[in-house]
């Protein structure tokens, strides 16, 4: 697999903008060019205008023919010049040669005649591009009119020079511009990027224990929209290192208590097998107290296996799942254990089929430990009821007991990991029961509330919405 392209932030934008500068450079160029050449063929066009007149002025009609008035003195003026010759020619169309190039480029078909005013055209002669300037003058008698041509050609070598001089001159401060506004685009842009520099630094240098929060002052909005996201980022991992961290210290501290139970008691028994006449009474005393730590201790290491699963960073993949069924299922696998507490456990109410959108194992999880926390606080003889039901579009979920229930000022804190409170004493759970729940019901974007049951005990309702 090919390494990924590092773009460069500085990179992108010293393209994006010299990229236009550059365009507007070779725009403005060939516009100066355009001008320029429009300007030196105007120039040309004049001169050659003035030429035909001045040319025609010389040849005057003289009865049927023609006069010709051209001393030597003003042909010589005309030739002077060898790199930028002038070339003349006077004839009567549709073809009479009175002076001048022969072989001067006929007028195009395409020009319109017009008398007394030069036309203008592009051409070739012996092999070299000119520009030629042609003038129809009426000549002759009413009885035999005629038409003269006057025809002026000039080398274009002369109107690419000019044009040349101009764009030249007129690049070369275009060049220096861009030059110029280039190096303040690169300044700018440096001095733009410098609060990200200063953000990467200060990310940088710090400890990765170090979550405070990065201080950004006077800098763009921008940068302080990037540190303020970064910060509410530190936050939340901040918070949740810290759960994690008291989440650790409670769990050893609450494994800690039924392992050293477990030791004290096979200590015991131990010493008292060790004994000549070992009491069986008392080693079975004993060894019932190590099942009892051995079955605290896996309840806790479910619980907590169960809370890791429910944590927001563990993938969840939500598949439609029979709120119902589980209901029922989960109920059933309860009944045993209810039945050796002595206690009444059935489900109430529950449609044929009740669908959402969930994780099946970590709703059975919500669902069984809703069912054995009543079945723990519950006192021998009670009741315990399951509901489940369609409200108003929303999947409810109910677990009635009749036990001694939970006051109303410590229910904002019974979902807090190992906290028990009054129920301290009252059974053999571990604080993470109800916790467990809230991570689920979180997960599944759903509501867990806690009421009084009637006419004791606590009631324990969750809502999910239901599957489209």
């Known amino acids: 697999m090919p390494a990924p392209r590092k773009l460069s932030l500085r990179r992108q934008l010293l393209v994006w903008l010299l990229l236009p500068q550059l365009v507007l450079w070779l725009a403005a160029a060939f516009v100066a060019y355009s001008v320029a050449l429009r300007y030196a063929n105007e120039v040309i066009d004049r001169s050659l205008a003035q030429s035909t007149r001045a040319l025609a002025r010389q040849v005057k009609p003289f009865g049927d023919g023609f006069y010709i008035d051209f001393p030597r003195a003003a042909r010589e003026i005309l030739e002077e010049d060898p790199a930028d010759r002038l070339y003349y020619m006077v004839s009567t169309p549709p073809g009479a040669f009175i002076l001048g190039e022969k072989d001067l480029p006929i007028t195009p078909g395409s020009l319109p005649r017009a008398y007394n005013r030069p036309m203008f055209y592009d051409g070739a002669m012996r092999g070299r591009p000119v520009r030629v300037a042609a003038l129809y003058l009426r000549a ?33 401060p275009l060049s220096l511009l861009m030059a110029l506004t280039s190096v303040l685009v690169w300044a ?22 170090d979550l405070a929060p990065l201080e950004v002052e006077n800098a763009p909005s921008e940068v302080r929209a990037l540190a303020s996201a970064i910060n509410t980022l530190l936050a939340e991992v901040n918070t949740q ?23 004290s008691q096979t200590e015991l028994a131990r010493v008292e097998l060790a004994r000549p006449e070992p009491d069986a009474q008392a080693v079975t005393r004993r060894l019932e107290q190590v099942e009892t730590s051995v079955a605290r ?38 009944v045993p254990r209810a039945l050796a507490r002595g206690l009444d456990l059935g489900l109430d109410e529950a449609p044929d089929k009740l669908v959402i959108a969930g994780h099946e194992s970590l709703l059975r999880e919500l669902l069984a430990n809703l069912v054995d926390n009543a079945i723990q606080y519950t006192p021998e003889g009670g009741e315990i009821g399951v509901r489940v039901r369609d409200e108003g579009g929303m999947a409810m979920v109910e677990v009635r007991d009749t036990g001694p229930g939970i006051p109303a000022s410590e229910r904002a804190r019974v979902f807090e990991r190992f906290y028990r409170g009054r129920m301290e004493g009252q059974g053999k759970g571990c604080g993470l029961g109800l916790a467990i729940v809230q991570e689920i019901a979180r997960r599944h974007h759903a509501a867990v509330t806690l009421a009084d049951a009637e006419p004791q005990g606590l009631a324990v309702t969750v809502r999910f919405r239901l599957s489209g």
């Open 241 to 263: 290192v810290a759960g994690q961290r008291r989440f650790i210290a409670d769990a050893a501290h609450q494994l800690r208590t039924p392992l050293a139970g477990l030791k």
């Open 188 to 209: 700018g842009i440096s001095r733009g990027l410098s609060p990200l520099r200063h953000l990467r630094r200060l990310v940088e240098n710090r400890s990765p224990r």
């Open 297 to 334: 201790a896996i309840r806790l290491v479910n619980q907590l296996l169960a809370l890791a699963r429910a944590e927001p960073d563990a993938g969840l993949a939500l598949a439609p799942i029979d709120l119902a069924r589980l209901a029922r299922e989960v109920t059933a696998e309860a």
């Open 140 to 172: 002759g008698t009413e009885e035999r009119p005629q038409t003269m041509l006057v025809q002026v050609a000039k080398s274009t070598a002369l109107r690419a020079e000019l044009a040349r001089s101009i764009l030249v001159d007129t690049v070369a």
